[in-house]
């Protein structure tokens, strides 16, 4: 039959309906389908090449020509569409999926942060900028004169208080000391003229608010010390320039060293260096004696980690009299400094990057019973609201936020990354909470392990360290007793490079790669992730030994499944 008629169906069993083959035109050329709204899926063979050389005029009428390639430019994402086609003498750049993912990723971020700022100004209105500074140095150096006088002259602490501080300060033969009793307020610290514990204050200026951590400078107090500068984001390095003085802080055995130190390893990036007691009569404003001072502590401030060009700032005051605190000095009495006051300087320094959109990790710095249970710390990421509920790690604790307190005392309705706040928590009682417990998001909680991987740099130790050597660990605000039960390798000095093979010790100076034990679960993050909680400090004997950064986070095992099944019923 379809012989008979070449135009008829073939009908052949087994088979569909086959259309026989006919002498028809050519399909038309691509050319003509360029109102189509999708590129159809190009050939493997055929690569995108936009803002190459000019192309060779077409051979045959089978090959594509140029006008195809046109429809379908202003496809890719933003990138491709802000190319120049008509520009060849630029260098060949071939459209990758990988480059639209970066691109559309940075203006996501954009976005974000632009949406982020339009979010805190609709709940905040215009809200100032907060920052978290601590003082430290040397015994005597005027830490808590300065941060009284700073709340004096802010208008935090009225002349009338400052005037009964004085009373009891001369009645007591301690006349000169009455205005660090304005941080300083147990008997203890009063008498003897120490502070002992981590003194908290607040002021604000025209541009910025601020939490003041007095931390203590005697170094049987250098724990609390450590806390204290885990919840700063700006260190207060105060230098005493009376003859003698500042020679006792930053020889051995001075804790003006240790305190550079131990900031940078706590999470510190900007120090600002005040010599103090300028007006002392062995010093009287010399210039000579603060360039002496500048030049001997500049190396070893670069040595600890600190830019001295970006990072750190020196500024001449006296906290005492108040001079270049709030006001600039007089040229009269200082002639040679042309630079701003110490409360000009800190309002103007970059504000430090803030982690709002990050899930919540708030460590927990005290904990006391009040109405419920009260707890103190610095939100080192995320955000959190009245009403919330959390997890309190390690434990894995349901708590409910029932009321927020900031720096006044006042409750708020939610506190932001970098507020210093007391939380009222439901559903825990404050025996179950201790020091460096961690309050964190249900959704993503912070890690909780016995034993990480972290790269240790060997400050100061008198004889080597081997696997088994035993230290006190601190991050964040917590303090653990841990083991290094194995060295797993060493940084060569020359090349930086790691050993393949395991190290038998480590001595003073290296960088070492090793295993970290603790007796207890403890609340750490990476140090790529969570900076603020993946870099701790070893001390040993009342020494910094070691500082470190955690690099892995070693999870599992039989403890955490034995914990895990503890409370499984069966039903």
């Known amino acids: 039959m379809s012989k008979l008629n070449a135009g008829a169906f073939a009908f052949v069993p087994g088979r569909g309906v086959i259309i026989p083959q006919q002498a028809t035109q050519p399909p038309p050329p691509p050319i003509e389908r360029p109102e189509q709204t999708e590129a159809p899926p190009p050939p493997p063979t055929i690569s995108l090449n936009i803002g190459g050389a000019k192309p060779?005029?077409?051979?045959?009428?089978?090959?594509?020509?140029?006008?195809?390639?046109?429809?379908?430019?202003?496809?890719?994402?933003?990138?491709?569409?802000?190319?120049?086609?008509?520009?060849?003498?630029?260098?060949?750049?071939?459209?990758?999926?990988?480059?639209?993912?970066?691109?559309?990723?940075?203006?996501?971020?954009?976005?974000?942060?632009?949406?982020?700022?339009?979010?805190?100004?609709?709940?905040?209105?215009?809200?100032?900028?907060?920052?978290?500074?601590?003082?430290?140095g040397h015994v005597d150096a005027g830490k808590s004169t300065m941060g009284g006088n700073l709340l004096f002259l802010t208008g935090m602490v009225d002349k009338r208080t400052m005037e009964k501080y004085e009373r009891e300060a001369k009645e007591a033969g301690r006349e000169s000391w009455y205005l660090s009793w304005a941080l300083d307020s147990t008997p203890q610290e009063r008498l003897k003229g120490k502070t002992v514990e981590v003194g908290r204050a607040y002021f604000e200026t025209d541009k910025r608010r601020y939490t003041i951590l007095d931390a203590p400078g005697h170094k049987t107090f250098v724990p609390?010390?450590?806390?204290?500068?885990?919840?700063?984001?700006?260190?207060?390095?105060?230098?005493?320039?009376?003859?003698?003085?500042?020679?006792?802080?930053?020889?051995?055995?001075?804790?003006t060293r240790e305190h550079i130190m131990l900031v940078k390893t706590a999470g510190v990036s900007k120090v600002i260096i005040v010599i103090n007691k300028m007006d002392d009569i062995t010093v009287n404003w010399d210039k000579a004696r603060f360039d002496e001072i500048k030049e001997k502590l500049t190396p070893f401030v670069k040595n600890a980690g600190f830019n001295p060009k970006?990072?750190?700032?020196?500024?001449?005051?006296?906290?005492?009299?108040?001079?270049?605190?709030?006001?600039?000095?007089?040229?009269?009495?200082?002639?040679?400094?042309?630079?701003?006051?110490?409360?000009?300087?800190?309002?103007?320094?970059?504000?430090?990057?803030?982690?709002?959109?990050?899930?919540?990790?708030?460590?927990?710095?005290e904990k006391y019973k009040d109405m419920?249970?009260?707890?103190?710390?610095?939100?080192?990421?995320?955000?959190?609201?009245?009403?919330?509920?959390?997890?309190?790690?390690?434990?894995?604790?349901?708590?409910?936020?029932?009321?927020?307190?900031?720096?006044?005392?006042?409750?708020?309705?939610?506190?932001?990354?970098?507020?210093?706040?007391?939380?009222?928590?439901?559903?825990?009682?404050?025996?179950?909470?201790?020091?460096?417990?961690?309050?964190?998001?249900?959704?993503?909680?912070?890690?909780?392990?016995?034993?990480?991987?972290?790269?240790?740099?060997?400050?100061?130790?008198?004889?080597?360290?081997?696997?088994?050597?035993?230290?006190v660990m601190h991050v964040h605000t917590l303090s653990e007793e841990v083991t290094l039960p194995a060295l797993l390798h060493y940084f060569d000095k020359a090349t930086g490079r790691k050993s393949k093979k395991p190290p038998q010790f480590a001595k003073k100076g290296q960088k070492i790669v090793a295993r970290v034990e603790t007796s207890a679960l403890v609340c750490v993050e990476k140090f790529s992730d969570y900076p603020q909680l993946g870099r701790f400090t070893l001390r040993d004997e009342g020494r910094t030994i070691a500082i470190g950064k955690i690099t892995k986070l070693l999870e599992g095992g039989i403890e955490e499944l034995v914990d895990g099944t503890s409370q499984l019923t069966v039903t």
């Open 224 to 255: 609390s010390m450590i806390s204290g500068a885990a919840q700063a984001d700006v260190a207060i390095l105060v230098i005493s320039s009376r003859k003698g003085e500042f020679e006792t802080g930053f020889e051995r055995g001075g804790q």
């Open 56 to 136: 060779t005029p077409p051979s045959t009428p089978a090959a594509a020509p140029p006008p195809v390639v046109q429809p379908i430019i202003p496809k890719p994402p933003a990138p491709v569409a802000t190319a120049k086609p008509i520009d060849n003498t630029a260098l060949n750049k071939v459209f990758t999926a990988g480059k639209a993912q970066t691109d559309t990723s940075a203006i996501a971020q954009e976005v974000q942060a632009v949406a982020d700022q339009s979010i805190l100004e609709d709940l905040y209105g215009d809200v100032k900028e907060h920052l978290n500074i601590v003082f430290i």
């Open 372 to 471: 419920g249970t009260i707890i103190v710390g610095k939100i080192e990421s995320g955000h959190l609201r009245r009403g919330d509920h959390l997890v309190l790690m390690p434990n894995r604790d349901a708590v409910e936020v029932t009321a927020i307190y900031n720096e006044k005392e006042d409750e708020v309705v939610q506190a932001l990354c970098g507020d210093n706040v007391r939380i009222r928590l439901r559903g825990v009682e404050d025996e179950d909470i201790s020091p460096g417990f961690v309050l964190t998001s249900p959704q993503k909680p912070i890690h909780a392990v016995r034993q990480f991987e972290a790269q240790l740099a060997i400050l100061e130790h008198k004889s080597i360290i081997c696997a088994g050597y035993s230290a």
């Open 310 to 365: 970006t990072d750190v700032t020196f500024i001449p005051v006296s906290a005492y009299t108040g001079v270049n605190l709030k006001d600039r000095v007089a040229q009269s009495v200082c002639p040679w400094w042309n630079g701003p006051s110490f409360l000009e300087h800190v309002d103007n320094i970059p504000m430090v990057d803030r982690k709002i959109n990050a899930p919540l990790m708030m460590p927990v710095s």
